[in-house]
Structures are given as structure tokens and as C-alpha cells.
């Protein structure tokens, strides 16, 4: 995207932006429609929210000085973007159906919503932007794959930690480096038991939902996002949860190598997180065996070796996420996308006793949390994909710390979501 400045100078100029409807006006979509504002050659048409509250409220917090319609009917709606007005709706399919909009950015947070806001865009020949991690890791291969057959491009956005982090791994693998871990530094401490209680008071001195936070705290956040990076680029967690060492950024390239190297790892080749003062960086650690190489990484200061550290000290969540709708777009790429099949499943781990009876509450809740593991020890023991939790109905006690498994719930045969991931699942054993 050398010129993609350029290139959205030329679409405003000639007065065909491309046109975004956005999928969720909370922190995230917010962000969205203050950051569009500030660049050309693109504009969000349409925003879609619960309530017509949710959708004013993003408007005026990110100051949208747009002519604003608000209606849930396609025709009104459509005559209203025609006429170079914006649309705010309670009705999603909006988003996906009107004709003159490209690209749908999901920033709900909920992998039914995702499933459904995809699909539907797939039908109508929309680019899709994934803000939706935990929709990705349970059924983002399906989606790529229906989106390539539609002739449309599905894609997480940029911005967020995995993305932040494939840039340095595509970077690393075009220069012909091994790639021995890629990962993050974690944002918040680690309580894997971490509830919307504990947190309440914290959450809202930060002005965050406090579910949203607990997500954060308790490790499932981290744990999806590498799922993400892992069935992006075939790296694997080496343990199950993966370390998440305190280390500083200093130590990263000493800590994540082989342990026969004084590191923590059994394998190269893995993603993992640290916690220390990382964050809100990314990394990568390469290494090479070119011995012309590796003095001119010395005269580089990059280190003596064997290990060397790809390290970017920034990632501006959704402010970069218009990006990827452009990207979409303009080049017909994507700015990260899921392998054809799960490297590795995120999975849903009790955080208290759970008794036979109860229904599974959402993410950053007080059932359970996430953790990562490879995608075929999952389906060889039957652990619940994390995506899937929701809703579901226990049918016997699981005590705290057990992974959760099909066996133990019952799930609604209504959910798109499990529909689309029971076909996801045919694809890797047909």
C-alpha cells in the first residue's frame, strides 16, 4: 500500500469514495467514525447499532458533522445515500444489502453477530473488515473461503495486535528469515479469574464496559488474538495457554528461543505473550544461519545472535482500521486472513465450579475464560471452541480449571455460528 495516500486522493477527487457501513458504534466503531472523518477518499455511510441512542451518541462523540437519516427501511435508507446523506439504523441487514456500500466493518464483539453480518455480506458481494477476533478463531477459514468464492475479500483489521504482528512476520518471511516466536506484550496484568465484579470499579474509571475489561484481564483477549495469529501463519502455541513469561523487552530474544539456547521454548516456530514493558508493542524472533548475514546484523546493532528481535512499539487498534477497508478495495487484498483450516482452537476453560443446569453466560463473564491450544488435540478430545460457549447449557458439573467440552453442553441448533463451524469442520475431515 506504497501509494494508498495517492490513490485516496484520486477517489475524493473524483467524488467516488469508497463507502463503509460500520457494524457496532461502541468504543471501537466510535473510533472508527472519528478517525474516517480525518482522511479522504472514504467515508462511513452507514451505522448500525442495538438502539437509535448507541448510533446518535457515536455520531456526536466523534463529532460526525454528517446529514444523518435515521430508518430501518432499505428503500428510505437507500435514497438517503444516494443523496450523499449518512444512515443510522437498528437494522443490520442495511449494512450488508444496500447496493452502493463496499465494505462492512464488524466491530460487535459477538461471534453470532459475526457469523450472521458476514454471511450476509458474502451474499450481497461485500468486502468484509473482522474486527470480530472471537468470530475469526471459531470460524474465520469458512468465511475466507466463502468469501474468495463470492469474489470479495475477508479480512481482520488492521490495527489490532495480530495484524500489528503479521506485518513484522510477513516482513521476516520475505527477507527469508526462521521465524522462532511471534507475540505480544500483555495490556492489562493476569487474574484468570478476573469477573466483571472484581473489575466494576477499575472499568469505570476507564470508561470501559466491565465485561470488556474482564476479557482483557483474564487472558481470553491474549489467547484469542494469537489463536488468530497461529491460523494465520501455521505458527503454533508450544504449550497449551502458551508461557506468558514476565520478561522485559530487553529479554524477549534470550527468553523466547530454544531452551538448549537458555529459553523457555521446546520448538521454534511458536506464538506466545509476555508480560513486562512490552506492551502495547508486538515482536517477532528471527534468527538465520548466513554468516555474511549475521555479521551485518552485528555492524546493525541488532546483537550477536543467534536470535534477533523484530519489534514494533505501537499498535492503534481502530484507528488503523480504515485501512483494511482501503486495502479491500484498492488493492483486493487483505490485511490478515485465517489459512484454510484452525492451526490452533481457542477453547473455553471453567473459571468456578459449574453445575449440570446452567446456561454459559458471554466473554469477560463469570463461567469461564479462554485458552489456546492446537486445533487437533481439541478435536481429538472434543473441547469446546471458546466462540461456542455462549448460551450453551451445561449437562454435568465442571469443576474450575477443567476445559469444557462437547460432552458437557448442550448448544442451540439455531445458531448460524455452529452451523457455519460444523461445515468448517467438514472441510478438514472430508
Not at 500483555?186 to 474509571?205: C, E, M
Not at 502455541?237 to 523466547?256: A, Q
Request: proline content about 4%; glycine content about 8%.
Amino acid at each position: 500500500m506504497n501509494a494508498v495516500d495517492e490513490k485516496l486522493r484520486a477517489l475524493q477527487q473524483a467524488g467516488t469514495p469508497i463507502e463503509v457501513a460500520l457494524v457496532g458504534a461502541g468504543q471501537m466503531g466510535t473510533d472508527i467514525l472519528a478517525q474516517v472523518q480525518e482522511m479522504v477518499g472514504i467515508r462511513v455511510s452507514v451505522v448500525v447499532d442495538i438502539s437509535w441512542e448507541r448510533v446518535e451518541t457515536a455520531l456526536n462523540v466523534s463529532e460526525c458533522q454528517a446529514d444523518v437519516v435515521y430508518t430501518d427501511e432499505l428503500e428510505e435508507a437507500d435514497r438517503a445515500l444516494r443523496a450523499g446523506k449518512m444512515v443510522g439504523t437498528t437494522n443490520a441487514q442495511l449494512a450488508t444489502s444496500l447496493p452502493s456500500i463496499q465494505v462492512v466493518i464488524d466491530a460487535t464483539g459477538s461471534p453470532e453477530m459475526g457469523a450472521r453480518i458476514s454471511w450476509n455480506a458474502i451474499k450481497h458481494k461485500k468486502h468484509i473488515v473482522m474486527m470480530n477476533v472471537e468470530c475469526d478463531v471459531t470460524i474465520g477459514p469458512i468465511l475466507s473461503q466463502m468469501a474468495r468464492n463470492a469474489g470479495v475479500i475477508y479480512s481482520l483489521a488492521a490495527g489490532d495486535e495480530p495484524a500489528a504482528i503479521m506485518d513484522i512476520y510477513r516482513f521476516a518471511k520475505a527477507l527469508g528469515f526462521e521465524v522462532i516466536a511471534a507475540g505480544k506484550g500483555k495490556n492489562n496484568p493476569l487474574d484468570i479469574y478476573a469477573t466483571p465484579d472484581s473489575l466494576r470499579d477499575k472499568a469505570l474509571v476507564r470508561g470501559m464496559n466491565p465485561h470488556m475489561l474482564a476479557e482483557f484481564v483474564d487472558g481470553t483477549k491474549t489467547m484469542v488474538e494469537m489463536a488468530a495469529v497461529s491460523n494465520a501463519t501455521g505458527l503454533v502455541p508450544d504449550v497449551r495457554g502458551m508461557h506468558g513469561p514476565r520478561c522485559n523487552l530487553e529479554d524477549l530474544k534470550s527468553v523466547f528461543c530454544l531452551k538448549e539456547q537458555g529459553g523457555i521454548l521446546n520448538k521454534a516456530g511458536v506464538v506466545d505473550y509476555a508480560i513486562g514493558d512490552i506492551n502495547p508493542g508486538v515482536f517477532v524472533v528471527v534468527t538465520t544461519k548466513h554468516p555474511r548475514l549475521i555479521s551485518s546484523l552485528v555492524q546493525r546493532d541488532m546483537g550477536t545472535g543467534p536470535n534477533y528481535l523484530l519489534f514494533r512499539p505501537y499498535h492503534l487498534c481502530s484507528i488503523e482500521t480504515p485501512l483494511t477497508a482501503v486495502q479491500a478495495v484498492i488493492y483486493s487484498e487483505a490485511t490478515m486472513q485465517p489459512l484454510g483450516h484452525l492451526t490452533s482452537e481457542c477453547i473455553a476453560v471453567a473459571k468456578r465450579d459449574l453445575k449440570a443446569g446452567e446456561v454459559l453466560d458471554g466473554l469477560g463473564g463469570y463461567c469461564y475464560r479462554g485458552s489456546i491450544e492446537l486445533a487437533e488435540v481439541a478435536r481429538r478430545d472434543k473441547l469446546l471452541p471458546l466462540g461456542l460457549a455462549k448460551g450453551a447449557v451445561l449437562t454435568r458439573d465442571v469443576g474450575i480449571d477443567e476445559v469444557i467440552t462437547y460432552d458437557d453442553v448442550r448448544l442451540d441448533g439455531d445458531s448460524l455460528l455452529l452451523h457455519l463451524r460444523r461445515l468448517q469442520d467438514q472441510m478438514v475431515t472430508v
